[in-house]
C-alpha cells in the first residue's frame, strides 16, 4: 500500500524558515516525479514544487527563489526548504506525485506563517 506522510510543519514569524519532510513508499519513489503542494484555506489545491528522480526542479513563480525543493533517492524523502516565508505561504502543505494521484493524498502538515 502506497503511502506517504508529510512532517515538519508549524507555526512560524514571517521571514522564518521550516523544512518539511514527506517519506514515501518506495514502489513510487523510485519511478516518478514528486511534488509538494499546498492548500490554503478557502483556495483550491496547488503545486508549489516538483522534482524528478534525477533532480530536475521545477516551482510556482509565488515560491521562486525563497522554497527549494530536493530528494534523498536512498531514503525514499522528499524535503521542502522554505525561506523567507510570507503569511500568504499559510496552508496545509502536502506531498504527491507528479500529476498527483488522488488515491495518494495524505493528511499534510499545517504551515502557518504570522506577520
Known amino acids: 500500500q502506497v503511502q506517504l506522510v508529510e512532517s515538519g510543519g508549524g507555526l512560524v514569524q514571517a521571514g522564518g524558515s521550516l523544512r518539511l519532510s514527506c517519506a514515501a513508499s518506495?514502489?513510487?519513489?523510485?519511478?516518478?516525479?514528486m511534488g509538494w503542494y499546498r492548500q490554503a484555506p478557502g483556495k483550491q489545491r496547488e503545486l508549489v514544487a516538483s522534482?524528478?528522480?534525477?533532480?530536475?526542479?521545477n516551482y510556482a513563480d509565488s515560491v521562486k527563489g525563497r522554497f527549494t525543493i530536493s530528494r534523498d533517492n536512498a531514503r525514499n524523502t522528499v524535503y521542502l526548504q522554505m525561506n523567507s516565508l510570507k503569511p500568504e505561504d499559510t496552508a496545509v502543505y502536502y506531498c504527491?506525485?507528479?500529476?498527483?494521484?488522488?488515491?495518494?493524498w495524505g493528511q499534510g502538515t499545517q504551515v502557518t506563517v504570522s506577520s
Open positions: 504527491n506525485v507528479y500529476p498527483a494521484w488522488d488515491d495518494y
Open positions: 518506495g514502489s513510487i519513489f523510485t519511478i516518478n516525479i
Open positions: 522534482i524528478t528522480h534525477s533532480g530536475f526542479t
